[in-house]
C-alpha cells in the first residue's frame, strides 16, 4: 500500500495519527466527533474516500470502513449512493431526544415522560395479562394490527378524542414514533417535501432526514399555523404533506384553534396533502377542557393519518399507539406495518387494553391531570417575572425559557453542556428546528421528574440567569 500519497492540503479531513489508539476505528471517530463539534468539519463536508484516508493515515482501508460504518450508525456521518459520505446536518448538535448517556444524578428536563410515580397503578395489570389463560396466543403473529377486542377498545378510546374510525383502518403500532416512521415509509419518497411548524418535534425532523424528506418550517401564532405562510410556501414549490400537532405542539405548548384548523383544513383540502397528525398530548386536553375540539381526522378524514400515543397516558415503557387512516391509503400503510414491525407485542397492548376498559384509565387522567397542573404552578412561582407561556386554563407537559439576547447566538452544544455540568439537562430550541431561528429558547419537560426535584432544578436555572426575564 502506498504510504502518504495524499497530502492535507489535497483532503478534507486529516486527522492526526498520532492521536490514534486502539481500537483504531473508535479512535478515528473520536476525532472525527471532536472536529465536526469544534467546526473544523461543518455540515455536508464531503470526506476523503476510505482509500484515500486509508493510505493517508498509513491504516489497513478496512479499518478506516469500519470507522465511517461506526460513524454512519452514531449519526455523524450519511452516505450519498455513487457520490461520497459526508457529515450530517445534525452530527453533534443531534436533534434526537433520548436518555442515553445521562447519569441518574443528573436533573433530566430534556425528555417528555409521563410522571413515572403513577406506573405503580399499571403493575395489577401487567399481573392479570401474565395470568391469562390464553397467555399464549399474546405470544405469536397472528393478528398483526392488534386482536379485534383491542381494536374495538381502540375505536372507542379514539372516539373520546373526537376521532371517528372503523376497526378495520385501525392499527396498534409500537409507539407514536413507530408509527411515523410507518407513514413515512409508505407515503412518501425522496426529495418529497412536508411542511411543520417553525418549532416542533425534534424526533419527527430526524425521522425525514434518515427518509431523505424536505422539511418546510411554517410561521405560527397563539392559534396555530399560519395559513397565509403555508398557502405561500404551496405556490412556491410543491408540498406533499403536513405534519400538526394540534393539541399540544412540541416544544410551544400551544393548542390549535378550532377556526384555525378550520381555516388549515381548507387549504390541505385545496392542495391535497396528506396529513400526519400526532395528537399525543389529546388525553389530557380533552379531559380538562369542555369540549372537544375536533381533529382532523374529523375534519378532513380522507386526507388525514391519526396518531395517538398511549405512553404519556398510561406509560412510558409501554410502546402502544393507536394509528388510524382512510381506507384509500389502507395498502399501503398496512403493507409498511408488516414489513417494519410485523407485530406490536401482543402484550403490551393487552396491558393497554385492559387498561383502558377499567376505572383505572379514569383514575390515571385524574392523577397525571393534577400532576401537570400542579408542575405548571410550580413554574410559573419559580419564573413569575417571565410571561406566561400558556394560556389560563392550558396546562401542558413542557415550557420554554426565552434565552438572553447575548446567549442567542451560542451553539446549542454550549447551552446544553453549560447547564449539564451543573446537574441539569435540557434541550436548545436548535433541536426543533431545521434553521437558525431569532428566538432561542431552552424547552423544559415537566413531567420527567418528582415535583421536589422540579422545583429543584428550575430554581437552579433560575439562578444561573441564563434567561430572558420580561
Not at 416512521?181 to 424526533?203: E, H, K, M, Q
Not at 417494519?340 to 403490551?348: E, F, Q, R, Y
Not at 396491558?351 to 397542573?373: C, G, H, M, P
Not at 439537562?425 to 421528574?449: A, E
Amino acid at each position: 500500500m502506498p504510504i502518504n500519497k495524499y497530502s492535507e492540503d489535497s483532503l478534507t479531513w486529516h486527522p492526526d495519527k498520532t492521536r490514534l489508539a486502539r481500537p483504531i476505528y473508535k479512535s478515528l471517530v473520536k476525532l472525527l466527533k471532536e472536529d465536526i463539534s469544534s467546526g473544523k468539519l461543518p455540515k455536508d463536508t464531503k470526506l476523503p474516500s476510505q482509500r484515500e484516508l486509508a493510505d493517508f493515515l498509513d491504516l489497513n482501508f478496512t479499518t478506516v470502513g469500519q470507522a465511517y460504518r461506526y460513524a454512519i450508525k452514531k449519526g455523524l456521518l450519511y452516505t450519498n449512493i455513487g457520490r461520497g459520505t459526508y457529515t450530517s446536518p445534525n452530527a453533534y448538535e443531534a436533534s434526537t431526544i433520548s436518555t442515553n448517556d445521562i447519569g441518574e444524578e443528573i436533573i433530566d428536563f430534556g425528555l417528555v415522560s409521563s410522571f413515572d410515580q403513577c406506573n405503580s397503578l399499571i403493575i395489577p395489570f401487567i399481573q392479570s395479562v401474565a395470568k391469562k389463560t390464553d397467555l399464549i396466543d399474546l405470544l405469536n403473529y397472528r393478528n398483526p394490527k392488534g386482536t379485534p377486542e383491542q381494536l374495538k377498545t381502540a375505536a372507542r378510546w379514539l372516539d373520546t378524542q373526537g376521532v371517528f374510525a372503523s376497526t378495520q383502518n385501525i392499527a396498534i403500532v409500537s409507539g407514536v414514533q413507530n408509527g411515523l416512521a410507518i407513514v413515512l415509509a409508505a407515503l412518501f419518497s425522496p426529495g418529497d417535501r412536508i411542511a411543520v411548524d417553525r418549532f416542533t418535534y425534534s424526533n419527527f425532523i430526524e425521522l425525514a432526514h434518515l427518509y431523505h424528506l424536505e422539511i418546510v418550517p411554517i410561521d405560527y401564532d397563539d392559534q396555530g399555523m399560519c395559513t397565509d405562510k403555508l398557502e405561500l410556501e404551496c405556490l412556491k414549490k410543491k408540498i406533499h404533506g403536513i405534519f400538526l400537532m394540534p393539541s399540544c405542539n412540541n416544544p410551544m405548548g400551544f393548542q390549535v384553534s378550532f377556526e384555525r384548523r378550520i381555516q388549515l383544513s381548507k387549504i390541505i383540502k385545496k392542495e391535497g396533502l396528506i396529513v400526519i397528525e400526532d395528537d399525543s398530548f389529546s388525553f389530557l386536553t380533552t379531559y380538562f377542557q369542555k369540549d372537544v375540539i375536533p381533529p382532523f381526522q374529523q375534519l378532513i378524514p380522507e386526507q388525514t393519518i391519526y396518531l395517538a400515543g398511549v405512553t404519556k397516558y398510561i406509560g412510558s415503557g409501554l410502546r402502544v399507539a393507536f394509528l388510524s387512516y382512510p381506507p384509500k391509503l389502507a395498502k399501503s400503510l398496512e403493507k409498511a406495518i408488516f414489513n417494519i414491525n410485523v407485530k406490536t407485542s401482543g402484550l403490551d397492548a393487552e396491558i393497554v387494553n385492559q387498561v383502558l376498559q377499567s376505572s383505572t384509565a379514569q383514575r390515571l387522567l385524574e392523577e397525571k391531570f393534577k400532576f401537570t397542573k400542579r408542575a405548571n404552578e410550580i413554574f410559573d412561582e419559580v419564573f413569575k417575572e417571565i410571561n406566561p407561556t400558556r394560556p389560563s386554563n392550558y396546562y401542558p407537559l413542557f415550557r420554554t425559557l426565552p434565552l438572553k439576547k447575548n446567549l442567542i447566538k451560542d451553539k446549542q452544544n454550549k447551552i446544553e453542556g453549560y447547564l449539564l455540568k451543573r446537574g441539569i439537562r435540557v434541550y436548545h430550541s436548535k433541536r426543533f428546528s431545521t434553521q437558525t431561528q431569532p428566538d432561542s429558547f431552552i424547552r423544559i419537560s415537566l413531567s420527567s421528574n418528582s415535583l421536589e426535584d422540579l422545583k429543584r432544578g428550575l430554581e437552579i436555572i433560575e439562578k444561573e440567569r441564563i434567561v430572558h426575564i420580561s
